[in-house]
C-alpha cells in the first residue's frame, strides 16, 4: 500500500488489538473471530502502526533500530502489513 497516490499511514483495525501473552511469552493480535500469533519483529511493527506514522517512518525506524539497510526492511514492512490488510486487521489513511 505504498504506491504513488495511495494511502500510506497503517493503524489497526479498531477491533483489533495488540496484546502480551504472558502464559506462552508472545505477542498476540487479537480480533473477533481469532488471534495471530506475532514475532517479536510483528509486534514492534504493530506497535510503530498508530494512524499517525506512514509506512515510511515505520521503515525508518525498524532501520535505525537494527541498523538495516538496502530495502530488506521496506519489503518485509510492506509484506507483512499488506498480509494483515489483506484480512483486514490493518486499514490504510492518508
Do not use: W
Not at 505477542?27 to 499517525?52: K, M, Q
Amino acid at each position: 500500500m505504498t504506491a504513488a497516490g495511495r494511502p500510506t499511514v497503517p493503524r489497526l483495525h479498531p477491533k483489533a488489538r495488540l496484546q502480551r501473552d504472558d502464559v506462552r511469552a508472545r505477542d498476540v493480535l487479537l480480533y473477533p473471530e481469532g488471534l495471530v500469533a506475532l514475532s517479536p519483529t510483528g509486534a514492534e511493527i504493530l506497535v510503530l502502526c498508530d494512524g499517525v506514522r506512514s509506512v515510511a517512518d515505520v521503515v525508518a525506524a525498524l532501520e535505525r533500530r537494527y541498523g538495516a539497510t538496502g530495502g530488506s526492511v521496506e519489503r518485509d514492512v510492506t509484506a507483512f502489513l499488506d498480509g494483515l490488510a489483506a484480512k483486514g486487521l490493518v486499514t490504510y489513511g492518508s
